[in-house]
């Protein structure tokens, strides 16, 4: 079975401009999360995805913001990006929302100048 | 306060060691507790899970959770080079898992 699949693996952007990462879960897999990894503060929850809908959300401002389409992939997308948006965004794909069993996908590198 | 604390090291320890990683949280509400291992330029894998306080064991690894103490551990036994990650610990409440930042370890041959 295939893993979980992030593209891009590598982005650099300018301060101000916007970007759209993808992730692709395990196939039956409905549950997508979202983190931020930065050193500073480790691994921070953005929000999840299941079915469709949005179930939660973590403290991050309303530039961030994410979908997920009806084949279980989802998108975030990252409006006015700031330098402190400089970080490794990982996806983890569950068979089910609240599940222990998280997969992580292998990350974004998001660097921006 | 953070949710989870966890001591970021690095930690450096020889072949054959045994390792001690350990997180503390401060909300009594977490339902369960899980430690991933993070190699360099991938995503966290999870190693191990538990619910209750005690000790649980899968091969070289054993997870501790002191619930009343709000303090959770990782020992791994006979350390392997192989074994050199960084290691994080989560916890779930809310509909929301909470890491902790990470402890990196390498193992020397």
């Known amino acids: 079975k295939a893993g979980v699949t992030q593209t891009p693996r590598y982005l650099i952007k300018t301060r101000g401009q916007q970007v759209t990462l993808s992730c692709s879960p395990i196939?039956?897999?409905?549950?997508v999360s979202w983190y931020q990894q930065t050193p500073g503060q480790g691994l921070q929850f953005l929000f999840e995805y299941f079915s469709e809908t949005q179930r939660n959300k973590g403290n991050f401002p309303g530039r961030f913001s994410g979908r997920q389409f009806s084949n279980s992939r989802s998108e975030m997308n990252v409006s006015t990006l700031e330098l402190g948006d400089s970080a490794l965004y990982l996806c983890?794909?569950?068979?089910?929302?609240?599940?222990?069993?998280?997969?992580f996908g292998p990350g974004t590198r998001l660097t921006v100048t | 306060q953070k949710e989870v604390e966890q001591d970021p090291g690095p930690l450096s320890v020889p072949e054959g060691a045994i390792v001690s990683l350990n997180c503390t949280y401060s909300?009594?509400?977490?339902?369960?507790f899980m430690w991933y291992r993070q190699y360099s330029r991938k995503g966290p894998e999870l190693l191990m899970y538990t619910y209750s306080s005690g000790n649980k064991e899968d091969g070289r690894f054993t997870a501790q959770v002191d619930k009343s103490s709000k303090y959770i551990s990782l020992f791994i036994r006979d350390s392997q080079p192989s074994d050199s990650a960084t290691y994080l610990c989560?916890?779930?409440?809310?509909?929301?898992?909470?890491f902790g930042t990470g402890t990196s370890l390498t193992v020397i041959p």
């Open positions: 983890a794909s569950s068979s089910q929302p609240g599940s222990y069993e998280q997969y």
């Open positions: 989560a916890l779930y409440w809310g509909n929301q898992f909470y």
């Open positions: 196939s039956g897999h409905r549950s």
């Open positions: 909300n009594s509400a977490f339902q369960y």
